[in-house]
């Protein structure tokens, strides 16, 4: 979480970056403008949200004309790894998933084995993982588990 996102995407962009997620929490005053500099440099724009920040807070971002094609709802407080997964917000996960039904969306914190199924199952379709994955002793099969989890939830719906 950066305080000036506007200040990194020309900078990512130009290093090849394919997306650019931003928190809804530092970019209230000119979301519009960050997201037309994303989508002018060939980027994906997403926006990430806080666990204590209002899911409403992104509705007007995902329902613009110019939209955020993700939202990523943090589940863990952002700043740093191996914290404990917030199972509350999969409320977050399961409310977007049902206004939006074509809707990326990501979740970051406190994933792996133990509890990708609450996260696929309320309807996140993209998954960060970095404890779970990169203090695995097969970092492959964790990657492998989440991955299946994730299709078979979205072939239930």
């Keep these: 979480m950066v305080t000036n996102p506007i200040d990194y995407v020309e900078p990512l962009g130009k290093a090849g970056a394919s997306g650019f997620t931003f928190h809804v929490e530092t970019s209230k005053d000119n979301w519009q403008e960050l997201i037309q500099r994303i989508k002018s440099l060939g980027m994906r724009p997403g926006v ?5 920040t209002p899911i409403g807070d992104v ?12 939202v990523l709802v943090m589940t863990v ?7 404990k997964f ?17 809707l990326d969306i990501e979740v970051d914190g406190g ?20 404890s779970s994955v990169f203090g695995a002793p097969e970092p492959a099969e964790v990657i492998s588990l989440l991955r299946n ?3 078979k939830a979205q072939q239930k719906c």
């Design 48 to 52: 990430a949200l806080k666990p204590g």
């Design 59 to 70: 509705y007007p971002l995902v329902e613009a004309e110019a939209p955020v094609e993700m």
């Design 77 to 83: 407080e952002p700043g740093f790894g191996g914290q």
């Design 86 to 102: 917030m199972p509350e917000m999969m409320d977050k996960v399961r409310i977007l998933r049902k206004k939006y039904p074509s």
């Design 111 to 130: 994933l792996g084995p133990s509890t990708i199924e609450m996260a696929a199952s309320a309807g996140a379709n993209c998954i960060v993982a970095g």
């Design 149 to 151: 989890s994730v299709q």
